[in-house]
């Protein structure tokens, strides 16, 4: 009998190409993904060395980082580096015969939408991508993670990376979580507590009664900061959920090919009794509404509490502490909802899909955003887009005054014309709240799209529960 | 890729914790689809003000530190983006070695492919390295890789490891690419098993 294996275990099990003596892997890679910014260098090194794509079926492209997310993008670019970069992926997409959604698909969006809307993201596989985020792919039991830009030509040409393997880690979340309390919440919570190093070296498994109440949407949500941990990649065991939100999409298994995957699927968990490296239990009803105060995603706290002093630290954080606050402009002592904001951005890889959309339209419906306030919704794809269009939610943000814009990764990094200024404080649904992140000197919270919603009405960082006791 | 295999150069002290690669390459400077000439704006808002002035307090603009090839760091290093324009920015810079407690996982793999040795060591000997950095340009820093080696101006020295694969990697400038093409037959075998096991992949 075989000793008990983790989840992380059987899938990296069945995807090793060659061992080497020293432990280093040869892994398969099942599902590449790329974007403009980091191929661009991959697909030039093939050209001089007269490399092809090695198995262009299983490689998908769309351009995301850097595109605006305003009308009139599909015919022309106004940033030229920015035009270069899209005009270099589609082409790079057309002479190595790879799967592209240019922009003006409706299927475009960001790589991490796109990927899982489009059934190219299934249990069990292996996806990779030039992109941090890739680890929202684990919510679907995926093992997923980012790569730079040599591994990227690497994955390419050999559809395969060197590998060594990670440790096991456990995050468990138990029971139920409160009202007002989303997964974004979790996952900000999970590296408050382990801080942006605690996972690194280690492959999280995320479990638990309030890991399995989430949809898929907020399992991709929690999934995709595993990163912002330090893990290399997070992951969640499949489960019927699963299996509901991927049958019929366009590239998921039909027939007796569906039937043949569920029996694998439904293999796919952790075994009575596998080791884990390292554990860590969170309750759900400790969970409360989070916002991040400084600038590293692990400077969490609720909404109720208030701006630490750097004293509260220690070592090296204590100098970083105080740079942050200096950074983000910040009174120790001073109460987190007291904390004003001029900008709101809704999307990003962890949270533009439908749900986000809903839960921040259910706060904002019939409401209007405070005057002078800059509000925008950016969806993940063009089908969320149109989804929400058809749900009655676009109508929602545009009377409330928010901006409803084209898809793409927009200001979570700012690499297009969407960008704060220097001083600019913004309630953003994003991963990263890095100095200079969202433009330089800009200043980023971190927090839900119900949290980012309820902030655009009030005009300052706001405890969303207030206003849901408003509304009921 | 450039071989590693020893470095005598100055080291610069950047104590900071979560150096994150926003901050070593921002994102403005990803928007080129080549690999060099970073350099110049490596950690360019921590170096320039707004209107592209030298910011003097700034470490690498220190005339101590401005041929800096090394750069002794705070814990995780490197954290946040998979941007391989980071590596790319410090080696363009010319830095070779990163010495840290810990760095992200990405960013740690990205370095061996660029010819740049990330090395981690314990929290006493980061500080004793940190120490010596800030002596500035005379204070001249040895790393051997093959004796696997950081020796400080003063002659103390201390051990690190380092994985077997990427030594040999970096000691001889190796492609993995080719190295991994050498095992073609394996991958055409593995992908043949896998059709079969699991064909709606």
Known sequence: MTAPRTLYDKIWDDHVVHQAEDGTCLLYIDRHLVHEVTSPQAFEGLRMTGRKVRAPEKTIAVPDHNVPTTAGRDTHIDNEESRIQVEALDKNARDFGINYYPVSDIRQGIVHIVGPEQGWTLPGMTVVCGDSHTATHGAFGSLAHGIGTSEVEHVLATQTLIQKKSKNMKVEITGKLRPGVTAKDITLSVIGATGTAGGTGYVIEYCGEAIRDLSMEGRMTVCNMAIEGGARAGLIAPDEKTFEYIKGRPHAPKGAAWEAAMTYWKSLFTDEGAHFDKVVVLKGEDIAPVVTWGTSPEDVLPITGTVPAPEDFTGGKVEAARRSLEYMGLTPGMKLSDIKIDTVFIGSCTNGRIEDLRAAAAILKGKKIKPGMRAMVVPGSGLVRAQAEEEGLAQIFIDAGFEWRLAGCSMCLAMNPDQLSPGERCAATSNRNFEGRQGRGGRTHLLSPAMAAAAAVTGHLTDVREMMAETV | ?201
Request: glycine share 6%.
């Open chain 2, 1 to 201: 890729m450039d071989k590693f295999t020893t470095l005598t150069g100055v080291a610069a002290p950047m104590p900071l914790v979560n150096i994150d690669t926003d901050m070593i390459i921002p994102k403005q400077f990803l928007k080129t689809i080549q690999r060099s000439g970073l350099g110049k704006n490596l950690f360019d808002e921590m170096r320039y003000t707004q209107d592209g002035a030298e910011i003097a307090d700034f470490v690498l603009n220190q005339p101590a530190y401005r041929k800096a090839e090394i750069i002794v760091a705070g814990d995780n290093f490197g954290c946040g983006s998979s941007r391989e324009h980071a590596p790319w920015a410090l080696l363009d810079f010319g830095i070779r070695c990163v010495i840290s407690t810990s760095f992200a996982d990405i960013f740690f793999n990205n370095c061996f492919k660029n010819g740049i040795l990330p090395i981690v060591m314990p929290q006493e000997v980061v500080e004793v390295l940190m120490e010596d950095a800030k002596k500035g340009e005379n204070a001249r820093m040895t790393v051997d890789l093959e004796a696997q080696t950081v020796t400080t101006s003063d002659g103390q020295s201390f051990g690190f490891e380092v994985d077997p694969f990427r030594k040999h990697c970096l000691l001889n400038g190796l492609d993995d690419i080719g190295l991994t093409l050498e095992k073609v037959a394996s991958i055409d075998t593995f992908e043949a098993k896998a059709n079969l096991l699991r064909p709606w992949v």
